[in-house]
Structures are given as C-alpha cells and as structure tokens.
C-alpha cells in the first residue's frame, strides 16, 4: 500500500502532503500518531480496526475545533475527558496523544482534511 511506503519514509506523492509541522512533514506526523495508537490498542478485526478509527478520528476532530475555538491544550483533553463527550473506556487513554498532536500543528494546517487524513492513516495499520 503507498500508504505504507510513504510513512516509512518514501517522499510523499500529493501537495497537501508536503505541509510541514514541527520540522516533519504533516502526513509524517499523522502516520506516527496513527501507528502509535493502533499498535497501543488490542488487534482487531476490520470491522473493529474501522470502529476504532472512527472514534479516534472523533477525538482528532474535536481537538482540531478546540483549538480552532481557541481552547488551550489542557482545555480540551478536560472536555475530552468529560463523561458528556461521548469517549469511553479504553479511548479515553488516547486523548492526550491525540490532542497533542493536534496542538503541534501549525494552526494554517488545521480543518477537515486533518481529521480525513488521521482516519485515512489510522485504517491503513
């Protein structure tokens, strides 16, 4: 899968991967991000893995509004954390992963093609 191969260190092939955040390519970040939460997880199923995704991907995309509100960091793994967000059980121990990830972004980067890329690199894994 180019996927793949591009996180493992191959140039990436699109513009939008060429962002750079943290002196790191933008996708470079995400697919670390990515790969640490799905190795920190148990092994799942497809159907699982893409469960999984999907509420991570929750998670990145409520961290990128947070902060585009302008919430602080801690702010918003607080209201991640919160019993109203609707993140439970073992998700709960991938906010702050998530939210920092989120934060070390420049803040021009920020919007829904974050949030589809995190997904994107998250189902590949």
């Known amino acids: 899968m180019i996927w793949k191969r591009q996180c493992a260190g191959l140039q990436p092939a699109s513009a939008p991967d060429r962002l750079i955040v943290?002196?790191?390519?933008?996708?470079?970040?995400?697919?670390?991000?990515?790969?640490s939460i799905s190795l920190a997880l148990?092994?799942?199923?497809?159907?699982?893995?893409?469960?999984?995704?999907t509420i991570t991907a929750d998670i990145v995309s409520q961290a990128v509004f947070a902060r585009m509100a302008g919430q602080t960091p801690d702010q918003a793994k607080a209201a991640l954390r919160a019993d109203g967000s609707g993140i439970t059980g073992i998700y709960k121990a991938t906010i702050p992963t998530l939210v920092d990830m989120v934060y070390g972004f420049e803040e021009s980067t920020?919007?829904?093609?974050?949030?589809?890329?995190?997904?994107?690199?998250?189902l590949s894994f």
């Open 22 to 35: 943290m002196g790191k390519p933008l996708f470079r970040s995400i697919c670390v991000v990515a790969l």
């Open 42 to 53: 148990p092994a799942f199923s497809n159907a699982k893995r893409k469960e999984s995704c």
């Open 110 to 122: 920020l919007g829904q093609g974050v949030i589809d890329e995190y997904e994107k690199q998250c």
